[in-house]
């Protein structure tokens, strides 16, 4: 059975650091596409940033390019978010989101690509 188990998140003021980390087991991780997706209140998803497991490339949105980093920890079969230089509009409940297969970085924020999601994590940024 495929689970995405996700720790971290938190309040933070503007400017401070949080780490996402989402545990994926019940499929091998050396080829999967995990991908971080954020809600913020009253508005939709949007896709934050990608990695393929099989080369380790990544996507990012440009709202947080420079700012958030994605990488993969194969020790424990987790993808951590890094999220530095946090602002008050990264306040959302982050979603980690999976796919046994790579998929073209033009389409790694689209939702439907994603069978396998983790609970979300609350992140709040005060300013």
């Known amino acids: 059975q495929v689970q995405l188990v996700q720790s971290g998140g938190g309040s933070v003021e503007a400017g401070g650091s949080l780490r996402l980390s989402c545990v994926v087991s019940?499929?091998?991780?050396?080829?999967?596409?995990v991908t971080w997706f954020r809600q913020p209140p009253g508005k939709g998803h949007e896709g934050v940033a990608a990695i393929y497991t099989g080369d380790s490339s990544t996507t990012y949105a440009e709202s947080v390019k420079g700012r958030f980093t994605i990488s993969r920890d194969n020790d424990n079969y987790a993808v951590h978010l890094q999220m530095n230089s946090l602002k008050p509009e990264d306040t959302a409940v982050y979603y980690c989101?999976?796919?046994?297969?790579?998929?073209?970085?033009?389409?790694?924020?689209?939702?439907?690509?994603?069978?396998?999601w983790g609970r979300g994590s609350q992140v709040t940024v005060s300013s």
């Open positions: 019940g499929i091998g991780f050396n080829s999967i596409i």
């Open positions: 989101a999976m796919w046994s297969a790579n998929i073209q970085p033009a389409q790694r924020f689209w939702r439907s690509n994603y069978n396998y």
